[in-house]
């Protein structure tokens, strides 16, 4: 099979499963999402949506935000780890909105990195799920399938995002991502993974079903 057939095969499976693909974290706007991304890292989506409503009940925007203490925030973040890290990460980007961006998320790759605690896979996820703007995060999950289908060498996630976007047509790019996540935590996780409930990898990830029935 060709890359483009394997490419086009993978974009057919995704969308007759999941044509509509919700988006994982809860929000209501591009700074609540911004803090549920944050929280997210290292952290499962299921837990960040138990923690958000108690912080978004005292603080949903910048402004009010930064009138809670850094104490305060840890407590509520707590469950989803790294807590000094994102605590601080919340409370200075906060600042920063109100001082450079009116308090507004911007809807740029670069500002959004400039901002504490945000990398680009967050900013890639803002971009995506809070503009429109297609971008593609990477996220391991993703980077996971694409070495799985040989689609990518599983050398870094910069090289995943490198070779998605290649593969990819640009106008997908923001739902795909969604789709080979919610595929990769179905019916190709990380453990417990059954290659026989693995359609893509069975059909396109030839070096990989034969690694896996060498183990």
Not at 18 to 30: A, F, G, R, S, V
Not at 56 to 83: H, Q, W
Not at 167 to 181: A, D, S
Request: hydrophobic fraction near 40%; charged fraction near 25%.
């Amino acid at each position: 099979m060709k890359k483009e057939e394997k490419v086009q095969f993978v974009i057919d499976t995704l969308e007759r499963l999941y044509p509509n693909p919700p988006i994982p974290l809860d929000h209501k706007d591009p700074y609540t999402l911004l803090i549920a991304v944050l929280l997210s890292a290292q952290c499962t989506d299921e837990r960040v949506n138990k923690i958000t409503p108690l912080l978004f009940k005292k603080a949903d925007n910048p402004y009010d935000m930064v009138k809670l203490s850094l104490e305060e925030i840890a407590d509520i973040i707590r469950p989803c780890g790294l807590t000094p890290m994102k605590s601080k990460g919340i409370l200075g980007l906060s600042h920063i909105l109100i001082e450079k961006h009116n308090g507004q998320v911007p809807a740029d790759f670069a500002a959004l990195e400039e901002l504490p605690a945000v990398g680009h896979k967050t900013a890639s996820v803002v971009m995506s799920q809070a503009f429109d703007i297609p971008a593609f995060p990477v996220d391991t999950h993703i980077h996971r399938l694409m070495y799985r289908w040989n689609l990518s060498n599983g050398k870094s996630v910069e090289q995943t995002e490198k070779d998605a976007k290649r593969l990819f047509p640009k106008e997908l790019w923001n739902k795909l991502h969604l789709q080979i996540i919610y595929y990769a935590r179905e019916y190709s996780p990380a453990r417990n993974w059954k290659l026989e409930n693995d359609t893509i990898t069975l059909k396109i990830g030839r070096k990989t079903v034969l690694n896996y029935h060498l183990k």
